[in-house]
């Protein structure tokens, strides 16, 4: 009878979906940043980034992304990308050397005055190409840099998720910490909430399109709202692929300043 009571229990317990078993913050942290910033080998994407003030004026931002990976998900990546417009960002270049186990390397390259600049590390809460994301945001947060709780599981929409308190353990952010509804089928952030020092929110993140890519789960359209000044950057990718083969020359100062522009799309 015993032997029964056990094997009728490991028999449930392997029916049981994965994310139904007991996880850990630590690891629900760990596999959204897998699905999030390490699916495939490498990734391209086109993307249009729409800048809306409070009164609804829009500037618009396109460009071409390049990542590649190096070992398991969470370990090094380099990150490229190409700006074709507006005319003051037009032929601007920025690349990310991103480390498991320290700061980033970040560089941008200003062709109206022919140089490249070292992003340094304390800027990296800084505005991307005026934006609402930061720097951080677009190559994402180490995961040793936090400290991590799960404080319930409820529902977004239709999807299931994880509620996630991520605090920075040096209280060098700009916000105090961030709570993410983690989709426990895909992993993905489904939306983001900063808290300021007061306890406030002061900015918003939103998942608003998720395809399928190549059998990778893709989150193609993105919203951060910096909720005190009303102002909104919407990310939309306008074709997105994994797994081209990215050479690791491409990752270059001298690519910086000469970008092969056929690799983003353009002729010349």
Same mark, same amino acid.
């Given at each position: 009878?015993?032997?029964?009571?056990r094997?009728?229990?490991?028999?449930?317990?392997?029916?049981?979906p994965?994310?139904a078993?007991?996880?850990?913050?630590?690891?629900?942290?760990?596999?959204?940043?897998?699905?999030?910033?390490?699916?495939?080998?490498?990734?391209?994407? %086109?993307v249009?980034?729409?800048?809306i003030?409070?009164g609804?004026?829009e500037r618009?931002r396109?460009l071409?992304?390049?990542?590649?990976?190096?070992?398991?998900?969470?370990?090094?990546?380099?990150?490229?990308?190409?700006?074709?417009?507006?005319?003051?960002?037009?032929?601007?270049?920025?690349?990310?050397?991103?480390?498991?186990?320290?700061?980033?390397?970040?560089?941008?390259?200003?062709?109206?005055?022919?140089m490249?600049?070292?992003?340094?590390?304390?800027?990296?809460?800084?505005?991307?190409?005026?934006?609402?994301?930061?720097?951080?945001?677009?190559?994402? %947060?180490?995961? %040793?840099?936090?400290?991590?709780?799960?404080?319930?599981?409820?529902?977004?929409?239709?999807?299931?998720?994880?509620?996630?308190k991520?605090?920075?353990?040096?209280?060098?952010?700009?916000?105090?910490?961030r709570?993410?509804?983690?989709?426990?089928?895909t992993?993905?952030?489904?939306?983001e909430?900063?808290y300021?020092?007061?306890?406030?929110?002061?900015?918003?993140?939103?998942?608003? !399109?998720?395809?399928?890519?190549?059998?990778?789960?893709?989150?193609?359209?993105?919203?951060m !709202?910096?909720?005190?000044?009303?102002?909104?950057?919407?990310?939309?990718?306008?074709?997105?692929?994994?797994?081209?083969?990215?050479?690791?020359?491409?990752f270059?100062?001298?690519?910086?300043?000469?970008?092969?522009?056929?690799?983003?799309?353009?002729?010349?």
């Amino acid at each position: 009878m015993i032997r029964m009571i056990r094997y009728a229990t490991a028999l449930l317990l392997l029916l049981l979906p994965i994310t139904a078993l007991a996880m850990t913050a630590e690891e629900v942290a760990r596999k959204s940043q897998e699905a999030y910033f390490y699916q495939g080998k490498d990734f391209k994407s %086109r993307v249009l980034m729409r800048l809306i003030s409070k009164g609804g004026q829009e500037r618009t931002r396109e460009l071409a992304m390049i990542r590649k990976s190096y070992g398991e998900p969470g370990g090094e990546q380099k990150f490229f990308m190409y700006f074709f417009q507006p005319a003051d960002v037009k032929d601007m270049t920025f690349m990310v050397y991103k480390y498991p186990s320290k700061d980033s390397d970040r560089w941008l390259f200003i062709p109206s005055v022919n140089m490249v600049r070292r992003i340094a590390a304390s800027d990296k809460t800084s505005s991307f190409v005026g934006s609402d994301f930061t720097y951080e945001d677009v190559s994402g %947060r180490n995961l %040793r840099d936090d400290g991590y709780e799960l404080v319930k599981e409820e529902k977004n929409g239709d999807k299931d998720c994880f509620v996630l308190k991520s605090t920075p353990k040096a209280g060098d952010m700009d916000y105090n910490y961030r709570l993410s509804w983690i989709d426990k089928g895909t992993f993905l952030p489904l939306k983001e909430e900063y808290y300021d020092k007061k306890g406030e929110i002061y900015k918003k993140f939103s998942s608003d !399109e998720i395809k399928d890519i190549k059998g990778f789960p893709t989150m193609t359209k993105r919203t951060m !709202e910096n909720v005190n000044s009303g102002h909104v950057t919407k990310v939309e990718y306008l074709s997105a692929d994994y797994n081209i083969g990215v050479e690791d020359t491409l990752f270059s100062e001298r690519y910086l300043k000469q970008p092969p522009k056929k690799l983003f799309g353009e002729d010349k």
